[in-house]
């Protein structure tokens, strides 16, 4: 490829609503322009990194015995009604008429197609295992479109689902994708972790996700350093950090605390620490049946501690789904407006529901049901009941005790680029996707669904290999490996030919290399490469050529090496595999 035949749209500044590196540098750089909210143009650059994407992906997809489709971006509401999750997905579900007044949607995901395709194809156990992927357009109508690529609204994946005739098949293919998973990050040039994961919308019993190391991830991963131990922080146990529960010393006294609605504002006043307060949390669920009461649950935590909703939504109860309580519904259980409430002397009867650590507390501080007013000195058993329920409602915090019991617990922040699910017959069930057995009887099909997020890659490497010269691509994922760049290309022979002739013997030993013939400045033609961060960068110049050498520099390095012209190609193909 010659530079003066591509088109490089490099950009001084990075647009106002560039929140994260990724999205500054992708758009200075030429590789994205944005067309509307969380929708982009791939310019020919990204583009060429979205194919090294999708090559390594194919590649170990086939090589795990998966097999190619491509299913439709637009999808029929029927399948989707079938499922149950016309209802339930929700708001990001872009729901769409045809001419006919039918409905239909632009696919976030498709379990329901692959299962129908599964149902309609798929007859005998002989046929099975069968797995099958795509890469595809995907649309998800995000309320707020944010960091470019990185959570936008219309998206690539690569989506994998497996179909089985039992569960310890339907297992044999979930490990073969993880580990076919560990390939394509590695290969990728990736520092990355796989961690145990909620398995959200999508559903099933087992789920990874693979989170790529960078400090902008939104997502937090708990990890223990001394093992094999890590998972999301929305799933990741929070163990007791009081081994037992010690006999009240203190009478239970109310106090006033004028103003101070907060946790911290309280053990401030009182010259309490905080980890002696309980902090108390409402939601509210509604009723199953018409005309019956909304029900109120009360979760208490250590004030230094935070709720997880995830974990919240498994609870008994409040696994059909939950709301946080309205102010006028706190008032009318609690007596009390939000800030001083707590779970002794309720105004109506509520579900208490504490977290591990609180169930062990004594002497705790606590609101006091009644404006400006707190309780000290309460104590489980004493002076209110036992909680009805004890549960792990907390996120795990740096410092932790390990679930695994060795170490503590560490927390970094990553960004999700693949989520790997064991979906068993949630959807075989629901579409009624059966086969027949050995016996002839039927049976569900087993069932695994595997997700990389392919578009998201781009933005996730960005974020995890950047300078303040710009990206800093690994080589398997640059839109170029090497850029020869000759110095007075208009004005120089022997610099033409010198940069030619390498440029043709790189291509003929397989490199992917941009020959930069747009005779610009060295200044403007060095700092447009380095924002692109491309691996490999040769120099060709009149002033060198004179004492028989070129100039090779890697994108890490911070000087150019001299080496002679006449071992370019030998010199060119040894930096590129440092640059791995």
Same mark, same amino acid.
């Given at each position: 490829m010659r530079a003066s035949q591509f088109h490089i749209g490099t950009l001084k500044e990075a647009p106002s609503d560039a929140e994260i590196v990724s999205h500054q540098l992708m758009t200075r750089a030429g590789m994205i322009r944005k067309l509307a909210g969380g929708i982009y143009t791939y310019m020919p650059l990204g583009l060429r990194v979205i194919r090294k994407i999708e090559g390594i992906i194919r590649e170990e997809m086939d090589r795990a015995g998966a097999l190619e489709l491509l299913m439709p971006v637009v999808q029929p509401a029927e399948l989707w009604m079938e499922s149950g999750r016309w209802e339930q997905y929700g708001p990001e579900l872009l729901r769409i008429k045809d001419r006919h007044g039918r409905d239909f949607v632009l696919q976030p995901t498709s379990e329901e197609v692959i299962t129908d395709i599964a149902r309609n194809e798929i007859h005998s156990w002989r046929q099975l295992p069968k797995n099958f992927y795509h890469i595809q357009t995907k649309f998800r109508d995000e309320r707020r479109p944010r960091f470019g690529v990185m959570r936008g609204r219309e998206f690539t994946m690569k989506d994998a689902y497996s179909f089985d005739r039992d569960e310890a098949g339907a297992q044999k293919s979930y490990d073969a994708m993880y580990e076919a998973y560990v390939r394509i990050f590695t290969r990728m040039g990736l520092t990355f972790r796989a961690v145990a994961a909620d398995t959200g919308s999508i559903g099933g019993s087992r789920s990874h996700e693979f989170q790529v190391i960078a400090d902008t991830g939104e997502d937090l991963i708990v990890y223990n350093p001394a093992t094999q131990y890590a998972a999301n922080i929305e799933l990741a146990e929070a163990p007791c950090l009081i081994a037992q529960r010690a006999a009240p010393s203190q009478p239970m006294q109310k106090v006033p605390t004028p103003g101070r609605t907060k946790?911290?504002?309280?053990?401030?006043?009182?010259? #309490? *620490?905080?980890?002696?307060? /309980?902090?108390?949390?409402?939601?509210? $669920? !509604?009723?199953?049946? &018409?005309?019956q009461p909304v029900q109120i649950w009360l979760l208490l935590l250590r004030a230094d501690h935070e709720l997880n909703e995830i974990k919240a939504g498994k609870i008994p109860g409040l696994d059909r789904g939950y709301r946080f309580a309205t102010d006028a519904e706190i008032v009318e259980h609690f007596g009390c407006v939000p800030g001083f409430i707590g779970p002794v002397g309720t105004a109506k009867p509520v579900k208490i529901v504490a977290d591990r650590t609180v169930a062990n507390m004594h002497d705790f501080v606590t609101g006091a049901n009644e404006a400006d007013h707190h309780y000290t000195g309460v104590n489980w058993g004493r002076? #209110? *009941?036992?909680?009805?329920? /004890?549960?792990?409602?907390?996120?795990? $915090? !740096?410092?932790?005790? &390990?679930?695994?019991?060795?170490?503590?617990?560490?927390?970094?922040?990553?960004?999700?680029?693949?989520?790997?699910?064991?979906?068993?017959?949630?959807?075989?069930?629901a579409l009624k996707a059966t086969y027949l057995d050995e016996t002839g009887k039927p049976a569900l099909m087993q069932m695994g669904c595997y997700g990389i997020g392919v578009t998201r890659l781009v933005g996730a490497a960005i974020e995890q290999h950047h300078d303040a010269r710009g990206i800093i691509w690994p080589r398997a994922l640059a839109p170029f490996e090497v850029v020869v760049c000759p110095v007075g290309w208009g004005k120089s022979e022997a610099v033409r030919e010198t940069a030619t002739r390498l440029y043709k013997e790189l291509k003929q030993a397989g490199v992917d290399v941009i020959l930069d013939d747009r005779d610009e400045r060295p200044g403007v033609m060095f700092a447009d490469w380095e924002l692109i961060g491309v691996p490999v960068r040769v120099t060709v110049g009149d002033r060198g050529l004179k004492d028989g050498v070129i100039e090779i520099q890697g994108r890490r390095e911070d000087a150019a090496s001299k080496v002679p012209a006449a071992d370019g190609l030998s010199a060119v193909l040894a930096k590129l595999g440092q640059a791995n």
């Open positions: 946790c911290e504002a309280v053990a401030e006043l009182l010259g #309490l *620490p905080l980890t002696s307060h /309980v902090k108390s949390v409402v939601l509210a $669920v !509604e009723p199953e049946e &018409a005309g002076d #209110l *009941p036992e909680p009805e329920l /004890v549960a792990d409602l907390r996120n795990v $915090v !740096e410092g932790d005790p &390990a679930p695994d019991g060795t170490g503590t617990l560490s927390i970094q922040r990553g960004i999700e680029v693949g989520h790997v699910f064991f979906l068993g017959t949630k959807y075989s069930a």
